[in-house]
């Protein structure tokens, strides 16, 4: 049900984690980067702490930047944006800071904006909300269209600006009952105001925000005594001449279930965990109880109920159109039993939609992710409850779990009561597929753990495959980090999902198969690279990635020649031409194209050489290796029957052909054993006889022994370059196909050995003395390159992090580039190649 994945731990363990009055937090972001706290204490002077804020991406968990955060007080809380690059931190002392990436580095950061309440702790943070939200439809997993399994539901930003635009910023609550909100202006100030939750402030030691649909915010608030009530309030916020205003209304409050049970009254003194289900439902709230040994969970709803009518006027004749009155009142879902002392508590981020039939097609199809909530205790474990029942959905035991300890083994537990501290979670986040857990425990380690979709329970292979192609499309549809999903991808599963991802884009409208087009080709790669069998493949869609980059930037320099715009662009003329003409003579297909249209000035043409040069690499390394692919799959092997990608490479030999009538510069260059050997004619020839083997509009065919013999004679015309294929990708990820946890070192590269990253290909392999590559300038940077260099946090992708280049076209090619990776992985700074 739950599986150790790995653990990260520091080298020297922070001073001041194991101490029970310090909390310990920890935010998981949609693009798969976890940030969490510690304190350290000086040795010299136990007074002087730093408040450190570490930020790792999932991938390479050991590559952790740590920031001396700057916090006077302990770091109360860490909240992500929505796009997942910005994190906001809040402390005892009222201080709440911005951090953003610097030069877009996962691995960098900066305070770039901060407000403040000098002496006021910040007990609950969150980002204002920008009106996207989406549905997830289990009922429709079987559906054809994505926009039936994923719906866009109607939900209004918490501010906008003008024309709809929704207004960023943040909201906080302090411990004196304020609540405080900063907005971001365009121009980057800030606009900030406070107001007093209600007339009558009071201490608030626990707090919650979420957003209803309106646009409105409602704030939970308790002084953390259980005999207390939970209140709740509705907030505002809006502009009024240039100046925030804040309105606030007191809603309906509660009082919870074990202080009105006469056998508990006095049991569970304390209010130590105040959540709402999810951030876009005020209407479910989570509460914990507690004492020193054990808690109780409730799951609280608010509902809308008649109003009984005094006997006096139900007998007088009813008016038309008048409705019973309705009010709002909290009713007790469900509750648990007494249970161990929860130490955390983590709410699943999938936005599963619960309405009846959505949950019975869950429940028949054991359809898990998004239904549970997990609870860690002190005694190391933890537990996931369903969201609504609270019944148990499974159990993880910890480090107690490797002597054996089961359920009902309470000498284990007693022994591990009295041996001192137990080692526990003190901080736990969902991935936002639910299907991974990240907690930091009170030694300061991180510990990744995979959460099984179906919960354990068996299923076919059918049906597994299914659930995960369920939550890799919805990934691809939001745009989220899908590393989670691919912690339960065994290497026997990924032709099967790779096939049927294809399949369902392939049903998708045109206008969607646009919008995702590189996206799935970054999903297949990463699937690829999880197999042996299959990690040729990647190398396929990677370099597919970049063609597909390539093509759309050359054709972007084209221009028709007349002002008056027509009704295609010429880089769409140029497809369609190429598509009708089936012609081996390059020169016979230029005829047809209008050549001014592709008249351009040198310098960009010259500066993207590089670029015009790969292709050409590429289409020899193709056509060379033809008669190669044979039963094992070599790079390369993905291309032979895809004839959209071999017709964009058909294209862009055309536009080069052209291009080289006016700046001979740009030309590719090619070694030939013939001084007379017109290279590109040669390859255009060959390149357009694969092409008729594999075009979308007839079945596809095996080249022929013609076709097959030219190809075996090209490396005696033209010397074949070796491509440099990307890296097998140094992360974690393909390490963790076994049962066995890694461990990990914060600040140490990972060297274990692992299963995935040994390929038997000759490609694949670099000897320590071989030319490092520019990925993404395709350029080469030397054995041992000086330049600093950044690499793609998801497929290794290597480029240098400062540009070479002074033209205009090549600094527009890196701009591109300069947040995302083609992939669109984030990019992290890597240490130089040392030098031997």
């Known amino acids: 049900i739950m599986e150790l994945a790995y653990v990260c731990e520091w080298e020297k363990r922070p001073k001041s984690t194991h101490c ?25 002077d136990d007074k002087d702490v730093s408040h450190m804020i570490h930020i790792i991406d999932t991938e390479h968990p050991w590559d952790v930047y740590s920031i001396n955060s700057g916090h006077t007080e302990v770091i109360s809380c860490l909240e992500w944006d929505q796009s997942g690059s910005r994190l906001l931190s809040a402390d005892g002392d009222g201080q709440i800071k911005c951090w953003s990436m610097s030069d877009h ?19 609950a943070l969150s980002w204002l909300h920008n009106g996207v939200k989406l549905a997830l439809h289990v009922e429709m997993s079987g559906s054809t269209n994505f926009g039936e399994k994923f719906s866009r539901v109607k939900f209004s930003p918490s501010l906008t600006l003008f024309g709809g635009k929704p207004m960023e910023g943040w909201l906080a609550v302090t411990v004196s009952g304020l609540v405080t909100v900063s907005l971001l202006k365009p121009g980057g100030t800030l606009l900030t105001a406070s107001e007093s939750l209600c007339r009558l402030r009071g201490r608030v030691a626990l707090a919650d925000i979420a957003f209803t649909g309106g646009g409105n915010i409602v704030v939970a608030a308790t002084d953390g005594s259980s005999s207390s009530p939970v209140q709740f309030y509705k907030v505002v916020v809006s502009v009024v001449s240039e100046k925030c205003r804040i309105d606030t209304e007191l809603l309906p409050s509660l009082f919870l279930r074990c202080t009105t049970d006469p056998l508990r009254r006095e049991k569970y003194p304390a209010v130590t965990h105040l959540k709402f289900l999810t951030r876009e439902n005020s209407e479910q709230v989570l509460l914990c109880a507690s004492n020193q040994s054990g808690s109780i969970v409730e799951c609280w709803s608010l509902r809308k109920e008649g109003l009984p009518v005094n006997n006096i006027f139900q007998h007088r004749s009813p008016v038309v159109g008048e409705k019973q009155p309705t009010i709002l009142k909290w009713r007790i879902l469900t509750t648990t039993n007494d249970l161990e002392r929860v130490s955390a508590v983590a709410l699943p981020k999938l936005p599963i939609s619960i309405s009846n039939t959505d949950l019975k097609v869950a429940s028949d199809t054991k359809f898990c992710p998004g239904l549970g909530l997990a609870l860690a205790f002190h005694d190391g474990s933890i537990q996931i409850l369903h969201r609504l029942s609270l019944h148990t959905m499974g159990v993880f035991y910890g480090s107690s779990s490797s002597s054996g300890q089961r359920p009902g083994d309470e000498s284990a537990i007693k022994r591990q009561r009295t041996g001192g501290p137990a080692l526990h979670f003190k901080a736990l986040q969902f991935s936002w597929t639910s299907l991974a857990l990240a907690g930091v425990d009170n030694h300061g380690k991180l510990h990744m753990l995979r959460v099984s979709p179906s919960m354990g ?29 691919l912690l339960h991808v065994q290497p026997t599963m990924v032709h099967n999902l790779v096939e049927k991802l294809h399949e369902e884009y392939m049903r ?28 040729a493949r990647a190398c396929d869609f990677h370099a597919k990635l970049l063609l597909m980059a390539i093509s ?97 490479l058909r294209e862009m030999l055309v536009m080069i052909r052209i291009w080289g009538l006016l700046k001979p510069g740009c030309l590719p260059t090619f070694t030939a054993t013939s001084d007379n050997q017109d290279s590109m004619q040669l390859l255009f020839r060959q390149l357009t006889k694969l092409w008729l083997c594999s075009r979308d509009d007839g079945p596809p065919q095996d080249p022929d022994e013609s076709l097959i013999d030219e190809c075996c004679l090209l490396p005696s015309q033209l010397l074949v370059p070796s491509m440099d294929w990307l890296p097998v990708n140094d992360g974690v990820i393909v390490k963790l196909q076994g049962k066995h946890p890694l461990r990990l070192q914060f600040g140490k590269a990972s060297s274990l050995p692992g299963g995935g990253t040994t390929v038997p290909l000759e490609v694949f392999t670099r000897s320590p003395g071989s030319q490092k590559m520019d990925n993404l300038r395709c350029v080469h940077m030397g054995v041992c390159p000086t330049e600093e260099s950044k690499a793609c946090t998801r497929c ?38 040392p030098l031997t």
């Open 457 to 485: 329970q068996v299923l076919e292979m059918n049906t597994t495959l299914r659930h995960l192609l369920f939550l890799l499309e919805y990934c691809m549809v939001t745009g989220y980090d899908w590393w989670d999903v």
């Open 20 to 44: 029970p009055s310090i909390p310990l937090v920890c935010s998981w972001s949609c693009r798969n980067l976890v940030a969490f706290t510690t304190d350290l204490k000086n040795d010299d």
């Open 796 to 833: 290794g992708c290597v480029t240098m992090l400062r540009s070479p280049n002074k033209t205009n076209a090549m600094k527009q090619w890196e701009q591109r580039w300069i947040k995302n990776c083609l992939c669109g992985g984030l990019w992290r700074r890597i240490p130089p190649t």
């Open 508 to 535: 998708q409208n045109q206008a969607l198969q646009q919008v995702l087009a590189t996206r799935i080709v970054a999903v297949k790669a990463s699937l690829c690279k999880l197999s042996t069998a299959t990690a």
């Open 552 to 648: 759309s930037t050359l054709k972007s320099l084209l221009r028709p020649h007349v002002l008056n715009t027509p009704d295609k662009s010429p880089g769409d003329r140029l497809t369609e031409i190429c598509a009708k003409n089936t012609d081996t003579d390059i020169d016979k297909v230029m005829i047809n194209l209008k050549t001014e249209e592709f008249v351009l000035d040198g310098p960009p043409l010259q500066s993207l050489q590089q670029l015009i040069q790969w292709v050409g690499d590429f289409v020899l390394y193709l056509l060379a290796n033809l008669p190669n692919q044979g039963s094992m799959v070599r790079p390369g092997f993905g291309f032979m029957r895809d004839g959209a990608s071999l017709g964009m």
């Open 105 to 123: 580095l996962v691995n960098s950061w900066e305070s770039v904006l901060s407000s403040s309440l000098d002496g006021d702790p910040i007990v």
